[in-house]
């Protein structure tokens, strides 16, 4: 079902950060007091966390589908008078998006004073604009005017997301310390004054499960032995990314799952997790690809085809580091185009080796220019294969820090 919205506008983020923080107060607030007294409360605390962040909007400009237009006959008049016709054409364009829809409602702080009537959808979003003459320059103009109009406060309002993202713990944790509070205050009176308490406080409760969204799954495309390329969606490389930093972030906690591991058992664990994650696709490890065996290979199980390829390696400093880019790229052949490189950090100084990172990337002759990035170390980088300039390859460099 559409949803029309003006976009980043609708809601301040003032209004927006006080109307979620409500929420979960009120959803904790509906549990019985049996449920929040005896309910495991850092398993409760995650499930609330992970149902109120916020994902980043992402909009993928490739994905962009621009119907056919609708024509209609505008009336002109000069005062009174009619005096003839024009032609009108009508555009719908829509994009894929992914992240939290309820971003595209929030007016960021700070924010660029413009708007524009957005269509939203579970997975797409599009905007709608005329024009009154057949021209591909001024369609061109109008469709980017109108582009910019709709998505100009993007960057401001994930700032905003990641911003929310990092306040939420505290705020999860401020909420049900309130609740849980006044119950055994409450408790303690009534024992006070000789009231029996229902022995069920003390039993163990199930904490909800958050919905998940639904999981990318590679493209058959049409007409599929013409394409250039393997078929895989941004959407899916970025779910992949995604499963690998938030496994990483997971292992960093647990040192009993990293420590005094060799690269293949971390590559394995990964491993384990992608190899089951999406339909039609194999997974596997020191796969030959090219010149070498990578250490993890996504597949198209149909046809054999690469949709992901990715390197774990230890950091041993700035040399071995150009040295592994380098391995990476050597492995891809020219359909290749979805990768990773993996680093997995025992130095104490966590953040320095990120700065060294992120100055010695740049330095790789293959070295393109950024493409943003996904959190505190993970950075994306567009890349050419060395033997083809004209080859772009998507590079996420992602760095996990496991010093014990």
Partial sequence: MYIGIN?????????AEEGFSKKIKEEIGKNAKEYILGVDENEYKDYLIDKYKFEPLKIYIESEVINKPSVSKETLKRGDYIIGEKETYSFTVKYNYTGSADLFKISPNPRIMTSAKIFITEDSVSFSF???????????????????????????VNKFANEWNEKLP???NRLFQQQKIKYIEENDFFAAINVKINDNTKSVFTVPSVKK??????????NKEFASEPTVSNIMYEDTLKIIYDLGKGMEKKPSLYKNRDEESLRDHFLSFLETRYEATTATGETFNRNGKTDILLKYAHDNSNLFVAECKFWHGAVEFQKAISQLLGYLTWRDSKTA???????NDFSSVLQVI????????YYIKENGSRGDSSFSYLFHLPQDKDKCIFLEIIAFHFDK
């Avoid at 976009?7 to 209004?15: K, L, R």
């Avoid at 490189?341 to 130095?347: Q, V, Y």
């Fill in 358 to 365: 992120k100055k010695e990337v740049k330095l790789n002759p």
């Fill in 341 to 347: 490189l993996i680093l997995f950090i025992k130095n």
């Fill in 7 to 15: 976009s980043f506008n609708e809601i301040s983020c003032f209004d």
């Fill in 213 to 222: 969204k639904i999981i990318p799954q590679p493209i058959i495309a049409k």
């Fill in 170 to 172: 505290n705020i999860v």
């Fill in 130 to 156: 005329q024009l009154y003459k057949k021209d591909p320059v001024e369609f061109k103009k109008e469709k980017d005017y109108k582009y910019n109009a709709a998505f100009t406060n993007l960057n401001n």
